[in-house]
Nanobody
């Protein structure tokens, strides 16, 4: 069964931190590059960070130096540590493989207040 379950979002003040988690089914996680995406109100979904099976990472310029993506291959879980959060980071965050597949989870809402 295809499954993507994101968690860890919430309301935080600017400058704060959050850690997102995503539990994925093996069919999505195994042997795939995994990514975190986000969609802000009125904007298109964008890739924030991705990580390969060998744990090589890549980040969008807007989050470089503030966000860290990691994965636990034994648990089929991918994480996103977000530090120094800004109001413009407010969005619903999703995980998916990269390039993304057709199935999306519900996402987790991150709200950063100024």
């Amino acid at each position: 069964q295809v499954q993507l379950v994101e968690s860890g979002g919430g309301l935080v003040q600017a400058g704060g931190s959050l850690r997102l988690s995503c539990a994925a089914s093996g069919s999505i996680f195994s042997m795939n590059v995994m990514g975190w995406y986000r969609q802000a109100p009125g904007k298109q979904r964008e890739l924030v960070a991705r990580i390969g099976t060998s744990k090589i990472t890549n980040y969008a310029d807007s989050v470089k130096g503030r966000f860290t993506i990691s994965r636990d291959n034994a648990k089929n879980t991918v994480y996103l540590q977000m530090n120094s959060l800004k109001p413009e980071d407010t969005a619903v965050y999703y995980c998916n493989r990269f390039p993304y597949g057709n199935y999306w989870g519900k996402g987790t809402l991150v709200t950063v207040s100024s």
